[in-house]
């Protein structure tokens, strides 16, 4: 049974590194294309990045981002600027009708702005998710946060900071040599005929016009074919899985802690599958990881698969380096790399990955010190556990083993398992059922069993087949 559950565990990992979401074909030079419509909100974080990244893998020429939406969370455009910041090739943004609030933070993030004839880009004043003005101390204290945010953000693609500060703050005076562009009392919002207006030779913040997407790549002067990237529907789901990666790293750790705690029970090691797998196909759908993790995660599982098999009592290198392999792998697989970033990753990146796994650690180190405790007290353990695997008569667990040694269990004495030896469980010597371990390999229940040695409490049996 065990080992067909290890074969589910490949294969569902295995379909985590399928590429169920990037289907387009991106060759070197194109212009990729990010639809980004509706509302600012987590799921279009997960779809921008792995948009972001595909480009950047497949060295895209530009990226252009087809916008239409009225914003959403703030929190969410900042982690999209974020993602923005790491972008090694040209980004674009064509405001399709609208860029409010959330939106404007993201178009200024790109180095370039182009805007439909009709349209509009600003307006960008923190509210609460009631559509409620601020309070009058958090609001002053939101205002200043954002604004030296939007300042930097709008500096580092080439933009007016004066113009996206006054996006967000009506306090703002937006001047521009001896004219007054936007007087204070109100937050900035400009049309496309005012946001490409020059002054002093310079647009105001959009370089121009454009009828559409094409229209766009033309008078920017983007050669390469245009490939779009389109969301999908597992964009929310990975954002939640994402989210629930301690919680799965939890589950995933327990659920193998039980397998092998509680003989004949095959729906904890399911439950580990599906943790497991859902931790990487999540990750992976969300841009963060990639089949290499996977395959990392199998090589250490292989690795300590070995180390129980094999050399339980000899050695203790494999199943270390397989611990050891899976943990690192578990961690890069939260990482947010990018494409040209150091192999390493830097304090910052492995920040949030360390503290998820702190907390599965931590958590499972706190529900197993626990399910040792009362776990034998429970119904469900009596039923599947060795204990309820003896038949009845007296046995030897307990007893000195000098004195068991002594009357039956020489070296040579032959029995039964009487339980799954894993390598430890228990095997009947005559009418004694005693606790026995075997040099690493699994034995079968009524597999006839020969002793090889005793050593104080522990006898160590081999299959009698293999004699």
Known sequence: MRKHLWIAVVSCLATATAPAQASEAIDKGDVVVVPLHGEV???????????????????????????????????????????????????????????????????????????????????????????????????????????ALIRGSATKSGHNPDVAEAFMNKDKEVKIGDRIVHPKGAVLTLNAQEATERINGKPLLAEGVADSVDDLIKKAGLKGNEVTIEPTGFEQFAFWITALAPLLLLGGILGAYLEFKIPGVTWPGVISVICFALFFLGHYLAGLAGWEVVALFILGMVLVLIEIL??????????????FLMLASLLWTMVDRYPGQNFFPTGKMLAIPLLNMFIAIIGSFIVIALLARYLPRTSIYRRFALMDSNPPGPSLAGVPRQFATALTLTPGTQGTAVTVLRPSGKARFADHVVDVVTEGEFIAPQTPVMVLQTDGMRVVVKSAHQI
């Open 41 to 147: 909100a987590p799921s279009l974080l997960a779809f921008l990045r792995r948009a972001v990244k595909t480009a950047e893998s497949n060295e895209a020429s530009a990226i252009i981002f087809d916008m239409n939406t009225y914003g959403g969370r703030l929190d969410t455009a900042t982690d999209i600027v974020n993602v923005l910041n790491q972008t090694k090739i040209p980004t674009y943004t064509f405001i399709n009708t609208n860029a409010g609030s959330a939106g404007s933070l993201i178009a200024l993030a790109t180095q370039h702005i182009f805007m439909a004839p009709v349209s509009a880009i600003g307006a960008a004043a923190p509210i609460l998710s009631t559509g409620e003005d601020l309070p009058a101390t958090a609001k002053e204290k939101t205002i200043s946060y954002w604004s």
């Open 310 to 323: 094999f050399f339980a009592h000899s050695t203790i290198i494999f199943g270390v380096v397989g611990v």
